[in-house]
Protein backbone atom coordinates (compact mmCIF):
# COMPACT_ATOMS: atom_id res chain seq x y z
CA UNK A 1 0.00 0.00 0.00
CA UNK A 2 1.65 2.89 -0.25
CA UNK A 3 1.58 6.16 -0.53
CA UNK A 4 -0.65 6.80 -3.72
CA UNK A 5 -3.02 7.12 -0.88
CA UNK A 6 -1.14 9.76 -3.24
CA UNK A 7 -4.76 10.41 -4.55
CA UNK A 8 -6.18 13.26 -2.00
CA UNK A 9 -4.94 16.02 -4.29
CA UNK A 10 -5.33 19.35 -2.03
CA UNK A 11 -4.42 22.73 -3.58
CA UNK A 12 -1.07 24.05 -2.93
CA UNK A 13 1.04 27.16 -3.56
CA UNK A 14 4.16 27.29 -4.98
CA UNK A 15 6.88 26.83 -2.22
CA UNK A 16 10.51 27.95 -1.35
CA UNK A 17 13.57 26.57 -0.11
CA UNK A 18 15.91 27.60 1.76
CA UNK A 19 18.61 25.03 -0.05
CA UNK A 20 20.83 25.92 -2.51
CA UNK A 21 22.61 22.60 -3.95
CA UNK A 22 25.62 25.18 -5.23
CA UNK A 23 26.39 26.15 -1.86
CA UNK A 24 28.55 24.76 0.64
CA UNK A 25 29.97 22.32 -1.64
CA UNK A 26 33.88 21.37 -1.23
CA UNK A 27 36.30 18.29 -0.57
CA UNK A 28 36.39 16.11 2.25
CA UNK A 29 39.10 14.86 4.20
CA UNK A 30 39.36 11.86 2.29
CA UNK A 31 38.91 13.66 -1.10
CA UNK A 32 35.42 12.67 -1.86
CA UNK A 33 33.31 15.99 -2.57
CA UNK A 34 30.53 17.09 -0.16
CA UNK A 35 27.30 19.29 -0.29
CA UNK A 36 24.25 19.97 1.49
CA UNK A 37 23.84 16.99 3.93
CA UNK A 38 27.82 15.01 3.70
CA UNK A 39 30.26 15.84 6.26
CA UNK A 40 33.09 13.43 6.55
CA UNK A 41 31.55 11.48 9.37
CA UNK A 42 27.98 11.65 8.23
CA UNK A 43 25.61 11.70 5.82
CA UNK A 44 22.11 13.16 6.41
CA UNK A 45 18.54 11.53 4.22
CA UNK A 46 15.28 13.35 4.61
CA UNK A 47 11.78 11.66 5.22
CA UNK A 48 8.93 14.20 4.76
CA UNK A 49 6.03 11.55 5.79
CA UNK A 50 3.07 11.05 7.60
CA UNK A 51 2.87 9.71 11.18
CA UNK A 52 -0.09 11.99 12.40
CA UNK A 53 -3.01 11.99 9.38
CA UNK A 54 -4.80 9.11 7.40
CA UNK A 55 -1.43 7.72 6.26
CA UNK A 56 0.00 7.28 9.73
CA UNK A 57 0.60 3.39 9.55
CA UNK A 58 1.86 3.61 6.43
CA UNK A 59 4.27 6.22 7.30
CA UNK A 60 5.14 4.72 10.74
CA UNK A 61 5.81 1.51 8.48
CA UNK A 62 8.25 2.83 5.94
CA UNK A 63 10.14 4.72 8.51
CA UNK A 64 10.68 2.06 10.75
CA UNK A 65 12.06 0.26 7.42
CA UNK A 66 14.32 3.10 6.54
CA UNK A 67 15.79 3.41 9.63
CA UNK A 68 16.42 -0.20 10.23
CA UNK A 69 17.99 0.24 6.97
CA UNK A 70 20.02 2.84 8.18
CA UNK A 71 21.22 1.02 11.12
CA UNK A 72 21.99 -2.39 9.25
CA UNK A 73 24.75 0.16 7.24
CA UNK A 74 26.18 1.68 9.96
CA UNK A 75 26.55 -1.40 11.57
CA UNK A 76 28.81 -2.60 8.36
CA UNK A 77 30.57 0.88 8.43
CA UNK A 78 28.00 3.17 6.80
CA UNK A 79 28.39 4.44 3.14
CA UNK A 80 31.48 6.30 1.72
CA UNK A 81 33.20 6.06 5.07
CA UNK A 82 30.06 7.87 6.66
CA UNK A 83 27.41 7.31 9.07
CA UNK A 84 23.79 7.86 7.61
CA UNK A 85 21.42 9.47 9.48
CA UNK A 86 17.67 9.96 8.57
CA UNK A 87 15.62 13.39 9.76
CA UNK A 88 12.24 12.64 9.82
CA UNK A 89 9.34 15.52 9.20
CA UNK A 90 5.78 14.82 9.76
CA UNK A 91 3.51 16.48 7.44
CA UNK A 92 -0.10 14.76 8.66
CA UNK A 93 -0.51 14.67 5.25
CA UNK A 94 -1.01 18.28 5.32
CA UNK A 95 0.67 20.23 1.93
CA UNK A 96 1.36 23.25 3.82
CA UNK A 97 2.89 21.85 6.43
CA UNK A 98 5.39 20.01 4.06
CA UNK A 99 6.33 22.87 2.45
CA UNK A 100 7.21 24.10 5.84
CA UNK A 101 8.85 20.71 6.81
CA UNK A 102 10.90 20.49 3.16
CA UNK A 103 12.11 24.27 3.89
CA UNK A 104 13.13 23.43 6.67
CA UNK A 105 14.92 20.12 6.29
CA UNK A 106 16.32 20.92 2.61
CA UNK A 107 19.56 23.08 3.41
CA UNK A 108 20.85 20.19 5.80
CA UNK A 109 20.23 16.77 3.76
CA UNK A 110 21.43 15.37 0.57
CA UNK A 111 18.95 13.23 -0.50
CA UNK A 112 15.22 12.76 0.22
CA UNK A 113 14.55 8.55 0.42
CA UNK A 114 10.67 9.45 1.47
CA UNK A 115 8.22 11.81 0.63
CA UNK A 116 4.19 10.38 1.16
CA UNK A 117 1.86 11.87 -1.08
CA UNK A 118 0.95 13.16 -4.14
CA UNK A 119 -0.33 16.85 -3.59
CA UNK A 120 2.53 16.64 -1.23
CA UNK A 121 4.99 16.22 -4.38
CA UNK A 122 2.95 18.52 -6.68
CA UNK A 123 3.64 21.41 -4.51
CA UNK A 124 7.60 20.48 -3.84
CA UNK A 125 8.61 19.68 -7.52
CA UNK A 126 9.88 22.53 -8.81
CA UNK A 127 11.73 22.78 -5.39
CA UNK A 128 13.72 19.44 -5.66
CA UNK A 129 14.39 20.00 -9.34
CA UNK A 130 15.71 23.13 -8.48
CA UNK A 131 18.06 21.66 -5.47
CA UNK A 132 18.98 18.74 -7.73
CA UNK A 133 17.81 16.87 -4.68
CA UNK A 134 17.00 13.01 -5.38
CA UNK A 135 13.40 12.06 -4.51
CA UNK A 136 12.08 8.86 -3.96
CA UNK A 137 8.21 9.68 -3.70
CA UNK A 138 5.86 7.12 -2.28
CA UNK A 139 3.57 8.05 -5.18
CA UNK A 140 3.59 6.55 -8.19
CA UNK A 141 1.62 8.53 -10.66
CA UNK A 142 3.54 8.69 -14.84
CA UNK A 143 2.74 13.11 -14.09
CA UNK A 144 6.22 12.64 -11.78
CA UNK A 145 8.23 11.28 -14.65
CA UNK A 146 10.29 13.37 -17.02
CA UNK A 147 12.53 15.00 -13.86
CA UNK A 148 16.13 14.03 -12.87
CA UNK A 149 15.62 14.53 -9.64
CA UNK A 150 12.31 12.79 -9.44
CA UNK A 151 12.45 8.60 -9.54
CA UNK A 152 9.06 6.88 -9.65
CA UNK A 153 10.42 3.39 -8.41
CA UNK A 154 8.40 0.39 -9.98
CA UNK A 155 5.65 0.83 -12.30
CA UNK A 156 3.28 3.58 -12.45
CA UNK A 157 -0.34 3.44 -11.66
CA UNK A 158 -1.40 3.25 -15.46
CA UNK A 159 0.67 0.67 -16.03
CA UNK A 160 -0.45 -1.31 -13.52
CA UNK A 161 -3.96 -0.87 -14.77
CA UNK A 162 -3.27 -2.39 -17.89
CA UNK A 163 -2.01 -5.06 -16.53
CA UNK A 164 -5.16 -5.57 -14.32
CA UNK A 165 -6.98 -5.23 -17.85
CA UNK A 166 -4.93 -8.52 -18.69
CA UNK A 167 -5.17 -10.85 -15.63
CA UNK A 168 -9.03 -10.16 -16.19
CA UNK A 169 -8.96 -11.02 -19.83
CA UNK A 170 -6.95 -13.98 -19.06
CA UNK A 171 -8.26 -15.70 -16.32
CA UNK A 172 -11.88 -13.97 -15.28
CA UNK A 173 -13.76 -14.98 -19.06
CA UNK A 174 -14.07 -11.47 -19.80
CA UNK A 175 -14.61 -11.07 -23.58
CA UNK A 176 -15.43 -8.49 -26.64
CA UNK A 177 -17.78 -5.99 -25.99
CA UNK A 178 -18.49 -6.71 -22.31
CA UNK A 179 -18.10 -3.16 -19.40
CA UNK A 180 -15.70 -3.28 -16.63
CA UNK A 181 -15.86 -0.84 -13.93
CA UNK A 182 -13.34 1.40 -13.03
CA UNK A 183 -13.90 3.49 -9.66
CA UNK A 184 -11.27 6.07 -9.07
CA UNK A 185 -10.04 9.04 -6.63
CA UNK A 186 -10.02 11.97 -8.23
CA UNK A 187 -6.53 13.54 -8.78
CA UNK A 188 -3.15 12.35 -10.42
CA UNK A 189 -3.58 8.80 -8.59
CA UNK A 190 -6.90 8.01 -10.16
CA UNK A 191 -6.73 9.84 -13.42
CA UNK A 192 -3.37 8.11 -14.23
CA UNK A 193 -4.52 4.47 -13.37
CA UNK A 194 -7.84 5.19 -15.72
CA UNK A 195 -6.12 6.51 -18.33
CA UNK A 196 -4.20 2.68 -18.53
CA UNK A 197 -7.55 1.18 -18.04
CA UNK A 198 -8.85 2.67 -20.38
CA UNK A 199 -6.57 2.27 -22.95
CA UNK A 200 -5.95 -1.19 -22.47
CA UNK A 201 -9.82 -1.78 -22.44
CA UNK A 202 -9.91 -0.15 -26.03
CA UNK A 203 -7.11 -2.25 -27.23
CA UNK A 204 -8.86 -5.56 -25.72
CA UNK A 205 -12.39 -4.74 -27.25
CA UNK A 206 -14.15 -4.16 -23.55
CA UNK A 207 -16.23 -0.50 -22.51
CA UNK A 208 -15.24 1.08 -19.29
CA UNK A 209 -17.84 2.69 -16.73
CA UNK A 210 -16.24 5.21 -14.81
CA UNK A 211 -17.17 6.23 -11.44
CA UNK A 212 -14.90 9.29 -9.77
CA UNK A 213 -15.23 9.18 -5.61
CA UNK A 214 -13.14 11.65 -3.37
CA UNK A 215 -11.05 10.40 -0.72
CA UNK A 216 -13.72 11.62 1.76
CA UNK A 217 -16.34 8.75 -0.20
CA UNK A 218 -16.45 5.80 2.36
CA UNK A 219 -20.03 4.58 1.49
CA UNK A 220 -19.55 3.38 -2.34
CA UNK A 221 -23.49 2.13 -2.13
CA UNK A 222 -24.53 4.40 -4.90
CA UNK A 223 -21.11 3.83 -7.28
CA UNK A 224 -22.30 -0.22 -6.80
CA UNK A 225 -25.64 0.72 -7.68
CA UNK A 226 -24.76 2.46 -10.93
CA UNK A 227 -22.31 -0.28 -11.90
CA UNK A 228 -24.88 -2.80 -11.69
CA UNK A 229 -26.97 -1.28 -13.88
CA UNK A 230 -24.47 -0.67 -16.20
CA UNK A 231 -23.94 -4.39 -16.30
CA UNK A 232 -20.35 -4.85 -15.29
CA UNK A 233 -18.88 -7.91 -15.37
CA UNK A 234 -15.69 -6.91 -13.36
CA UNK A 235 -14.74 -3.76 -11.56
CA UNK A 236 -11.28 -1.90 -10.87
CA UNK A 237 -10.78 0.28 -8.15
CA UNK A 238 -7.75 2.78 -7.62
CA UNK A 239 -8.57 4.57 -4.53
CA UNK A 240 -7.81 3.51 -0.38
CA UNK A 241 -8.16 0.79 1.62
CA UNK A 242 -11.54 2.26 2.87
CA UNK A 243 -13.09 2.55 -0.28
CA UNK A 244 -11.93 -0.85 -1.44
CA UNK A 245 -13.52 -2.32 1.37
CA UNK A 246 -16.99 -0.92 0.55
CA UNK A 247 -16.69 -1.29 -3.28
CA UNK A 248 -16.47 -5.27 -2.67
CA UNK A 249 -18.54 -5.53 0.82
CA UNK A 250 -21.42 -3.93 -1.12
CA UNK A 251 -21.05 -5.33 -4.20
CA UNK A 252 -21.45 -8.96 -2.33
CA UNK A 253 -23.94 -7.90 -0.45
CA UNK A 254 -25.89 -7.02 -2.93
CA UNK A 255 -25.67 -10.22 -5.30
CA UNK A 256 -22.90 -8.56 -7.81
CA UNK A 257 -20.16 -10.75 -7.19
CA UNK A 258 -18.13 -9.93 -10.15
CA UNK A 259 -13.88 -10.26 -9.95
CA UNK A 260 -12.72 -6.89 -8.49
CA UNK A 261 -8.97 -5.58 -9.34
CA UNK A 262 -7.16 -3.10 -7.19
CA UNK A 263 -4.33 -0.74 -7.59
CA UNK A 264 -1.62 -1.49 -5.12
CA UNK A 265 -2.81 1.40 -2.76
CA UNK A 266 -6.20 0.24 -2.49
CA UNK A 267 -5.48 -2.74 0.18
CA UNK A 268 -4.09 -3.10 3.66
CA UNK A 269 -4.02 -6.14 5.82
CA UNK A 270 -6.11 -4.61 8.35
CA UNK A 271 -8.81 -5.06 5.69
CA UNK A 272 -8.38 -8.77 6.49
CA UNK A 273 -9.85 -8.54 10.02
CA UNK A 274 -12.94 -6.17 9.31
CA UNK A 275 -16.58 -7.51 7.90
CA UNK A 276 -15.85 -7.38 4.03
CA UNK A 277 -13.16 -9.96 4.84
CA UNK A 278 -14.87 -13.06 3.11
CA UNK A 279 -16.14 -10.61 0.26
CA UNK A 280 -11.99 -9.44 -0.83
CA UNK A 281 -10.54 -13.18 -0.04
CA UNK A 282 -13.53 -14.28 -2.86
CA UNK A 283 -13.65 -11.53 -5.35
CA UNK A 284 -10.10 -9.13 -4.93
CA UNK A 285 -7.40 -9.33 -6.39
CA UNK A 286 -4.37 -6.54 -6.41
CA UNK A 287 -2.03 -5.47 -9.09
CA UNK A 288 1.27 -4.02 -7.39
CA UNK A 289 5.20 -3.22 -8.77
CA UNK A 290 6.20 -5.19 -5.81
CA UNK A 291 6.07 -9.03 -4.12
CA UNK A 292 4.14 -9.90 -1.71
CA UNK A 293 5.15 -9.22 1.87
CA UNK A 294 4.88 -12.96 2.19
CA UNK A 295 7.08 -13.68 -0.76
CA UNK A 296 9.61 -16.30 -0.76
CA UNK A 297 12.24 -13.96 -2.24
CA UNK A 298 15.44 -14.82 -0.13
CA UNK A 299 16.21 -10.60 0.19
CA UNK A 300 12.28 -10.21 1.34
CA UNK A 301 12.37 -12.98 3.51
CA UNK A 302 15.64 -11.45 5.33
CA UNK A 303 13.93 -7.99 5.44
CA UNK A 304 10.87 -9.19 7.21
CA UNK A 305 12.58 -11.47 9.32
CA UNK A 306 14.94 -8.26 10.05
CA UNK A 307 11.83 -6.04 10.90
CA UNK A 308 9.81 -8.46 13.34
CA UNK A 309 13.08 -8.68 15.53
CA UNK A 310 13.39 -5.20 15.64
CA UNK A 311 9.72 -3.94 16.05
CA UNK A 312 8.07 -6.98 17.60
CA UNK A 313 4.41 -5.82 17.66
CA UNK A 314 4.54 -3.59 14.50
CA UNK A 315 2.52 -5.20 11.40
CA UNK A 316 4.95 -6.27 8.56
CA UNK A 317 2.65 -4.75 5.22
CA UNK A 318 3.85 -3.41 1.84
CA UNK A 319 4.91 0.18 3.77
CA UNK A 320 7.51 -2.02 5.21
CA UNK A 321 8.73 -3.52 1.71
CA UNK A 322 8.47 -0.48 -0.23
CA UNK A 323 10.39 1.51 2.52
CA UNK A 324 13.03 -0.61 2.84
CA UNK A 325 13.10 -1.26 -1.37
CA UNK A 326 13.55 2.94 -1.39
CA UNK A 327 16.35 3.03 0.91
CA UNK A 328 18.22 0.60 -0.32
CA UNK A 329 18.13 2.07 -3.84
CA UNK A 330 18.92 5.24 -2.51
CA UNK A 331 22.08 3.56 -0.64
CA UNK A 332 23.14 2.32 -4.37
CA UNK A 333 22.81 5.84 -5.63
CA UNK A 334 25.25 7.20 -2.72
CA UNK A 335 27.81 4.28 -2.95
CA UNK A 336 27.97 4.98 -6.68
CA UNK A 337 28.30 8.57 -6.36
CA UNK A 338 31.08 8.10 -3.68
CA UNK A 339 33.10 5.79 -6.09
CA UNK A 340 32.73 8.41 -8.56
CA UNK A 341 34.57 11.04 -6.17
CA UNK A 342 31.70 13.64 -5.05
CA UNK A 343 28.65 13.35 -2.73
CA UNK A 344 27.21 16.20 -3.91
CA UNK A 345 23.63 16.40 -4.75
CA UNK A 346 23.95 17.02 -8.73
CA UNK A 347 26.34 14.09 -8.58
CA UNK A 348 24.39 11.86 -6.51
CA UNK A 349 21.28 12.25 -8.75
CA UNK A 350 23.87 11.74 -11.74
CA UNK A 351 25.32 8.62 -9.97
CA UNK A 352 21.62 7.23 -9.88
CA UNK A 353 20.59 8.50 -13.62
CA UNK A 354 23.69 6.20 -14.69
CA UNK A 355 22.19 3.14 -13.51
CA UNK A 356 20.17 1.06 -15.62
CA UNK A 357 19.52 -2.26 -14.02
CA UNK A 358 19.27 -2.25 -10.06
CA UNK A 359 18.33 -5.11 -8.63
CA UNK A 360 18.58 -5.07 -4.27
CA UNK A 361 16.64 -8.15 -4.33
CA UNK A 362 13.03 -7.08 -3.31
CA UNK A 363 11.51 -7.47 -6.42
CA UNK A 364 12.12 -6.75 -10.05
CA UNK A 365 15.52 -5.06 -11.54
CA UNK A 366 15.00 -1.14 -12.49
CA UNK A 367 16.32 0.74 -14.88
CA UNK A 368 16.67 4.16 -14.13
CA UNK A 369 18.46 5.77 -16.95
CA UNK A 370 15.49 7.24 -18.83
CA UNK A 371 13.60 9.30 -16.54
CA UNK A 372 10.51 10.00 -18.95
CA UNK A 373 9.90 6.46 -18.75
CA UNK A 374 8.75 3.78 -15.90
CA UNK A 375 11.58 2.16 -13.85
CA UNK A 376 10.37 -1.40 -14.42
CA UNK A 377 7.14 -2.27 -16.70
CA UNK A 378 6.67 -5.37 -14.63
CA UNK A 379 3.74 -6.50 -12.37
CA UNK A 380 2.67 -8.93 -9.79
CA UNK A 381 -0.65 -10.30 -9.21
CA UNK A 382 -1.67 -10.69 -5.34
CA UNK A 383 -4.31 -12.44 -3.50
CA UNK A 384 -5.86 -11.47 -0.19
CA UNK A 385 -4.57 -14.12 2.67
CA UNK A 386 -5.73 -13.62 6.35
CA UNK A 387 -3.05 -16.14 7.32
CA UNK A 388 -0.45 -14.93 5.21
CA UNK A 389 2.16 -12.66 6.73
CA UNK A 390 1.08 -8.78 5.26
CA UNK A 391 -2.35 -11.30 4.81
CA UNK A 392 -1.27 -11.27 1.29
CA UNK A 393 0.62 -13.67 -1.19
CA UNK A 394 1.47 -13.58 -4.94
CA UNK A 395 -1.17 -14.93 -7.17
CA UNK A 396 0.85 -14.39 -10.21
CA UNK A 397 4.72 -13.37 -10.40
CA UNK A 398 6.23 -9.83 -12.20
CA UNK A 399 5.66 -9.70 -15.42
CA UNK A 400 5.00 -7.46 -18.28
CA UNK A 401 1.24 -7.81 -19.62
CA UNK A 402 0.39 -7.48 -23.27
CA UNK A 403 0.29 -4.00 -24.87
CA UNK A 404 2.99 -2.69 -22.14
CA UNK A 405 5.49 -1.40 -24.54
CA UNK A 406 3.04 -0.45 -27.13
CA UNK A 407 1.08 1.82 -24.75
CA UNK A 408 4.52 3.55 -23.63
CA UNK A 409 5.78 4.05 -27.15
CA UNK A 410 2.47 5.97 -28.02
CA UNK A 411 2.94 8.24 -25.25
CA UNK A 412 6.46 8.72 -25.84
CA UNK A 413 6.87 12.96 -27.53
Given at each position: ?127 IERDKML ?274 ASRTP
Open positions: MTAALAALLLTATGCSSKADSSANTGDGADGVRTGPGVSDKAIRLGALTDLTGPYATLGKSIVQAQQMWADEVNARGGVCGRRVEIVVKDHGYDVQKAVTAYADVSADVVALPQVIGSPVMAALLDDTFPQAWAASLLGRDAVQVLGTTYDIDMIAAVDFLTRTKGLAKGDTVGHVYFEGDYGANALEGSRWAAKRAGLKISAQKIKATDTDLSAQVSALRKAGVKAILISAGPAQTASLVGVAASRGLKVPVVSSAPGYAPQLMKTPAAPALAALLNVVSAAPAVSSDLPGVRKMAASYKKKYPGSLVDSGVLSGYNAAQLMGTALKKACESGSLAREDVVEAHRSQSSVDVGLGTAQDFSDKSQPASTSTYVHKPDAKALGAVVNLEEAHTAPGVEDYL
